[in-house]
């Protein structure tokens, strides 16, 4: 028990995949008759990821991981955790198909987690305690989810798409998870998504308040539990389901802090907030997003740094947690982000109009062209009910 104690568990890799679309959100603002500043800044989003129809949570998810896994990795994971909110079915797993995607072992546990845009944090606890009773082996956690709320809603520049995954194992190449975690839970009806819809449904601003009242209940009672003041932190990340609600949960905890403290905590979020301004709400993987995006575009945190994280899922649980820069962090990162999202190509507010409607329901056989689709792993229609997944 004592050496369960002392071992290090936490993130080993991060591997983030979105589309290869997306739809400049100065010009959706335009559209939407609204002063592009609004969405540029009061709500903190540059670009949306645009989600074709050959896309879905299971592709997603597979297209993530496939981006970190070696031939090693595969051989060590014996969980795969798919938290999802955008799930395609309501028996069958997400990580099931997953898991036989990416080609792993048969002699595995395959479950998929819902509690909205929390539950790949739920997936990440889970996995550090299976890790802590079976050291040799790796899991497997992604966060997968296309952010729907329709067109032309006030939830629109609020949507994006995407997944995060993450190979969680002993001693870890990243970040290692501490003990101590603050958590909260309570039913709240801020944000949900009734069986029969494809968009979510949300009370906006009630959401954007409960999320700030759950920061801080789970931010103080993490304080009171360790003890740890802020300046503990090299830096705090959160749940971007925008990027302004992030900056307002920041603000909450730098309220009366020195100017000049404060400043360093800005400066980190900045690059923590750089990837998801660019792709928009991933649901489960926003919060991992904006670790990635921390790791890979900061220039001051070092090995040892404590990083404090926030984590939120409508309905409603938060939860705070806190994690150790390794040594090396820095050269166990792929750096292939900023090129994805550089190469993807732009659609005018019309095409994405067109290609957020082209939405696949289960009601009839279809067959999907996926020569467009460069991603690895596509859907490529449906027959009989079963959806048609391939690795091209
Ligand atoms: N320049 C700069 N900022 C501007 C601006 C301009 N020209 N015009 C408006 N803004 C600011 C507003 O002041 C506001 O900032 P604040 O939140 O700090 O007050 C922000 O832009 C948004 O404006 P608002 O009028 O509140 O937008 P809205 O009513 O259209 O709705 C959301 C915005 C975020 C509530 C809506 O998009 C939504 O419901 N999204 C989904 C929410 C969600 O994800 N919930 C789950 C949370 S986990």
């Given amino acids: 028990m004592r050496g369960a104690m002392k071992m290090k568990i936490g993130i080993d890799k991060i591997g983030f995949f979105t589309p290869h679309l997306y739809v400049d959100m100065a010009k959706l603002a335009q559209a939407r008759n609204e002063d592009p500043n609004k969405y540029l800044i009061g709500i903190g989003q540059n670009k949306m990821a645009v989600i074709p129809p050959t896309q879905d ?16 990795d ?30 792993l072992s048969h002699e595995i546990r395959t479950i998929e987690l819902k509690q909205a845009c929390y539950a790949a944090t739920a997936g990440l606890q889970l996995a550090k305690g299976h890790i802590a009773l079976a050291p040799d082996k790796k899991a497997l956690v992604i966060g997968s989810d296309i952010a729907r709320y329709g067109l032309k809603t006030p939830g629109e520049p609020t949507q994006g798409g995407g997944a995060v995954a993450m190979l969680v194992s002993k001693d870890p190449k990243l970040v290692t998870l501490e003990a101590e975690s603050a958590y909260y839970a309570k039913d709240v009806m801020d944000f949900w998504r009734p069986l029969s819809q494809t968009e979510a449904k949300v009370d906006g601003k009630f959401s954007a308040n409960i999320y700030l009242e759950f920061f801080e209940k789970v931010y103080q009672d993490y304080l009171a539990k360790t003890g740890l003041k802020l300046t503990d932190f090299s830096a705090l990340l959160f749940h971007l389901p925008y990027t302004k609600q992030g900056l307002k949960g920041l603000r909450k905890a730098l309220e009366g802090v020195d100017p000049t403290v404060a400043s360093h905590y800005y400066n980190e979020f900045e690059a923590s907030r750089k990837y998801n301004m660019a792709t928009g709400n991933l649901y489960t993987g926003s919060l991992y997003l904006s670790l990635l995006s921390l790791l890979e575009n900061t220039d001051t945190l070092k090995a040892g740094d404590r990083l404090g994280l926030f984590s939120y899922g409508s309905g409603a649980q938060g939860e705070f947690f806190s994690g150790r820069l390794q040594p090396n962090y820095k050269e166990a990162l792929t750096y292939q982000t900023s090129e994805m999202l550089e190469m993807r190509a732009e659609v005018s507010v ?7 409607s082209a939405i696949l329901t289960d009601d009839h056989d279809r067959k999907l062209d996926i020569s467009k689709d460069p991603a690895q ?4 229609g449906i027959k009989d009910f079963k959806r048609q ?3 091209k």
Avoid: H
């Fill in 377 to 380: 792993f596509v859907l490529a």
């Fill in 57 to 72: 949570a299971v592709t997603l998810a597979a297209n993530a991981a496939a981006k970190v896994l070696t031939v090693e």
């Fill in 74 to 103: 595969k051989e060590a994971i014996d969980l795969v955790i798919v938290a999802t909110e955008s799930g395609v079915d309501n028996s069958k797993s997400t990580a099931a198909y997953v898991s036989e995607l990416l080609g």
């Fill in 350 to 356: 019309a095409e994405y109009e067109q290609i957020f």
């Fill in 389 to 391: 997944y391939l690795k």
